[in-house]
C-alpha cells in the first residue's frame, strides 16, 4: 500500500475548496493509500483554520477529528533542516521520514522544488493524482 504524507496547505485547500486536494484525501478515506499525519502538521491546520480562514473552534476540533478518523499519527523523532526559505516545511519532511513514506503531496513551491528527498518523490496534488491514475 502507497505510505503517503499531504502537506498542510492539502488539508486547509481540501476543507475550504474541495477539488483536486479532496480527492486526495478521499483515496485515504477510501483506503487506496495510507496517509500519515503529525503533530506539527496538525497544529499549523489549526492555526491556519483559525488564523486565516477565521474558522471557529468547533469546527476545526470537528475538522481535526474527521482527518483523526482516516489519517495514522506518527510522532517524528529526527529533526530536518533542509528547507531554508520556509522552515516549518521541515516538518512535514520529518513527519515523511517517520512514517516512511513513498510520497509527499504538496502545493508548497519549496517542498515541490525539492522534488524528492532521501527517495520520497515530491508532487502536487494533481501530479500525484496523474500518477495514481497511470
Not at 491556519?48 to 476540533?61: D, G, H, M, T, Y
Not at 529533526?79 to 513527519?95: G, S
Request: proline share 4%; with cysteine; aromatic share 6%.
Amino acid at each position: 500500500m502507497l505510505r503517503i504524507v499531504a502537506d498542510t496547505n492539502v488539508y486547509v485547500s481540501a476543507l475550504n475548496f474541495g477539488g483536486v486536494p479532496d480527492e486526495v484525501l478521499t483515496l485515504s478515506r477510501r483506503g487506496a493509500v495510507v496517509l500519515f499525519i503529525s503533530k506539527p502538521i496538525i497544529d499549523e491546520i489549526e492555526g491556519v483554520l483559525k488564523e486565516k480562514f477565521q474558522w471557529p473552534a468547533s469546527r476545526i476540533r470537528e475538522a481535526l477529528a474527521l482527518i483523526g478518523e482516516y489519517a495514522r499519527k506518527v510522532d517524528p523523532q529526527e529533526r530536518v533542516f533542509e528547507i531554508k526559505k520556509d522552515e516549518p516545511d521541515n516538518r512535514v519532511l520529518e513527519c515523511a521520514l517517520a512514517a516512511e513514506a513513498t510520497v509527499i503531496v504538496s502545493g508548497d513551491s519549496h517542498l515541490r522544488d525539492l522534488g524528492a528527498f532521501r527517495r520520497i518523490r515530491i508532487l502536487s496534488p494533481r501530479a500525484f493524482l496523474d500518477a495514481i491514475k497511470a
